[in-house]
């Protein structure tokens, strides 16, 4: 096969022409293409990998003993490479990753860590050095996950980052820096989320989602909420949820009841649809807009049915 590529004078290519080519190859390629012969090997080790829109990064410990393996999961593209070792063969690991390219661009990664050790932080950091990184996304479910991602996002200072937590750190969230989105998620049903914690990470947070936790407002609370997300300048979206009686008290304060039709003028806000009884729950749902935020309420019931609805507010259109 070296003969073949020899005689075609792939090898005396222009260096330009080169790089442009190993940046357009998949992950697989490249691993097969190390193989054909050394002076391929070398040429594989000493690319860039080019542009991927989607990587992923798992490490999950075996046990709870410092000496316990991992699994170590890590794909780009279509691509997965998995792991099981011990934490004396992560030089394996890093020697196989730094034969298959000197740099790479990555759009999104997301990183599963679960209550990873300093060992397995350092394998990690040198595993993704000279990885270009557009935006980050950590998930947490513990404190330790919480500095571990913040170790890494250390690294990445221009970069994107989103959080989805599994657990309420509460006063650890008012910390945090400005992100992307912030996803605080509840598995174990139903608890009320401080208002005034959630209100300033409105203020503090560019796209916040709470999901199992609801939030008590007040109509001026709601108010203020509007305000700061119709006065930004970038792309915001908030979503959480409201207790039934909180989300009706709320808009029958705007003049806005189950009788108000779509295209109604109710003070600042137009109606832009109205469904009171949507089958098969007897749920409602009702959208409008004031000219600069959207507003989305769903699964909610005029009657004042036991739920939680969700409600949306961005300062762009809602589908």
């Given at each position: ?9 792939i090898f005396s290519l222009p260096d330009v022409f ?135 996002l250390s690294h990445y200072p221009t970069s994107a ?159």
């Amino acid at each position: 096969s070296f003969s073949f590529y020899r005689s075609m004078g792939i090898f005396s290519l222009p260096d330009v022409f080169m790089r442009k080519l190993m940046r357009t190859m998949e992950i697989g390629d490249r691993l097969s293409l190390r193989l054909t012969c050394r002076a391929f090997e070398q040429i594989v080790a000493d690319s860039h990998a080019g542009y991927f829109e989607n990587g992923y990064m798992e490490l999950f410990r075996e046990g709870v003993e410092e000496e316990i393996g991992v699994n170590f999961t890590f794909s780009i593209g279509e691509r997965f490479l998995a792991f099981e070792m011990a934490e004396d063969e992560f030089e394996k690991c890093l020697n196989l990753r730094h034969r298959l390219f000197n740099g790479i661009s990555i759009g999104s990664v997301n990183f599963e860590l679960p209550n990873a050790l300093p060992i397995h932080m350092d394998f990690i950091r040198e595993f993704i050095n000279k990885f270009e990184i557009k935006e980050l996304h950590f998930y947490m479910s513990i404190d330790r996950d919480l500095e571990n991602a913040l170790q890494l996002l250390s690294h990445y200072p221009t970069s994107a980052c989103l959080m989805s937590f599994w657990y309420l750190p509460a006063l650890r969230l008012l910390t945090l820096p400005p992100l992307e989105r912030l996803f605080v998620h509840n598995i174990e049903g139903s608890s009320l989320f401080s208002t005034e914690l959630f209100v300033r990470l409105v203020e503090t947070q560019k796209n916040l989602e709470i999901v199992g936790h609801h939030v008590l407002l007040s109509t001026n609370e709601f108010q203020r909420i509007i305000r700061a997300i119709s006065e930004d300048n970038r792309k915001r979206k908030i979503v959480l949820e409201l207790l039934c009686s909180n989300v009706v008290s709320i808009l029958r304060d705007r003049g806005i009841s189950e009788n108000s039709k779509d295209g109604d003028i109710c003070g600042d806000f137009t109606i832009a649809y109205n469904e009171p009884h949507t089958a098969p729950n007897n749920r409602s749902q009702l959208k409008m807009s004031d000219g600069k935020c959207v507003l989305l309420f769903v699964n909610f019931s005029w009657t004042g049915l036991a739920c939680r609805p969700s409600v949306s507010i961005s300062n762009f259109p809602i589908v």
